[in-house]
């Protein structure tokens, strides 16, 4: 396994905006996780995608963000129109299925000036 | 809903001893997962343990153990001989067994320092 990756590590934008990210999962694993974690709190479930299915969004995901994983390989993440508030470290993690460890990426940390 | 809760900010050991990190949650669930995750400054999070809720004997992963407490809802991580590498955040996390959504619920972190 190569691990989780993503891209960009760090975007710094504007507010207004639109920024788009990356994740690369672990080849083979169906499951794929979006979380935000901001300063001093632990990660915040965003939405996941079984294969090429976003199966479910949290409140968090406003319609200001989207994802996308397109033939369930690698997944983007777009916000539109950014707001301050959406500063946060974005954190990806894969596993192969429901019951199995999640594996996460470094993150991208966005910050809107 | 469930809940996650981590009451040490921050802790530090020094360097050789041992340290434990508190975490209770709360749940109305009978079965699910309880992890431990380290986040090492800019670097991704990694897991250190994991514990079934079936599962009366608390995991241990070399100098890592957990006390699960399942009645009292607690589930402390215990570092043992503590080394420089660990000082991290350290996140606690819940996941439903049941269901096919299999996020992750966290706590808020306990940033360890290790003490030469």
């Known amino acids: 396994d190569t691990g989780v990756s993503q891209n960009p590590r760090h975007k710094i934008t504007k507010r207004g905006q639109n920024v788009t990210f990356r994740c690369d999962p672990i080849?083979?694993?169906?499951?794929l996780y979006w979380y935000r974690q901001t300063l001093g709190q632990g990660p915040e479930f965003l939405t996941y995608?079984?294969?090429?299915?976003?199966?479910?969004k949290s409140r968090l995901l406003s319609d200001r963000f989207s994802a996308e994983r397109p033939k369930g390989s690698f997944s983007t993440l777009e916000i539109q129109r950014t707001e301050q508030g959406d500063s946060a470290m974005y954190l990806c993690?894969?596993?192969?299925?429901?019951?199995?460890?999640?594996?996460f990426g470094p993150g991208t940390r966005l910050l809107v000036l | 809903a469930q809940t996650v809760t981590q009451s040490q900010p921050e802790m530090s050991v020094q360097e050789a001893e041992t340290v434990t990190l508190s975490c209770t949650y709360d749940?109305?669930?009978?079965?699910?997962?309880l992890f431990w995750y380290k986040q090492p400054p800019s670097r991704q999070m990694i897991l250190v343990i994991r514990q079934e809720a079936y599962k009366q004997q608390n995991a241990t992963e070399n100098r890592f153990s957990v006390n699960f407490q399942k009645a009292a809802k607690s589930f402390s991580l215990k570092i043992s001989d503590s080394q420089l590498g660990d000082a991290a955040m350290y996140f606690c996390a819940y996941r439903s067994r049941g269901g096919s959504q299999g996020n992750l619920i966290f706590g808020k972190g306990t940033k360890l320092s290790v003490k030469p």
């Open positions: 080849s083979e694993h169906n499951r």
């Open positions: 749940t109305s669930e009978s079965d699910y997962y």
């Open positions: 995608f079984q294969n090429e299915a976003q199966l479910e």
């Open positions: 993690a894969s596993s192969r299925e429901v019951s199995a460890t999640q594996y």
